[in-house]
């Protein structure tokens, strides 16, 4: 959140008071259900995901949850959740509400913490919009390299990025029921990449080779604000 806004010293320390307060959760496990009122989470930890499941078991992933990001609306606690998390891996949650009292009036106005929250539910939204068109007008190895760029830029952003090399522990069918692909197509699409040496993918890490070339393949558009 950081670096999202400028925090003055007590934002600041809400934010350590937060964190002071979390708890686990295994993977699999369900972080919040689609049509029910829950309180916001901030997660701190791990990864999780947005899904929808379909009658026959089939899966469509909306987006990833990366650490520092808000598990509900980062705006609004009282309404009904539209999609169910799970957690991808061993994650670490805290109680976002403190947070949520910077915005919604029923605490002492924290300016910075607004911006944060109001410019992380931005790029929300410019994420939503860029996996529809992904999906929608992308080939398979278009959005395997969009998708690596999304993950590479957000996690740039926390500091989880070192010499182009991050971490991804999604296997892929993960990959795949985000990507609206079957695991086949995505074991042929990376192992294309993988030739074209565009990015390596091994023991859970990924390394950008040809970062300017992937953006320019995949129409990649820079986050703005």
Known sequence: MAGLADLSAEEMDILRENVSLAHSSAIQA?????????MPQVLLAGWACYQRLLGDGRRQIVDFLLPGDIIGS?????????????????????????LMQAIDGSGPVMPGLARALHRMAYAEDVRQRDHIVRLGRQTAYERVVHLMLEFHSRLQQIGAVHDDRFALPLTQEVLADALGLSVVHINRTLQQIRRDRLFDMRSGQVTLRQIELMRAMADWTPPIG
Do not use: M, N, W
């Open 30 to 38: 369900e972080l919040c259900t689609e049509g029910k009122v829950q």
């Open 74 to 98: 980062p705006t609004r606690s009282d309404l009904p959740l539209s999609r169910t998390a799970i957690a991808l891996t061993q994650v670490v949650t805290a109680d976002a509400r403190p």
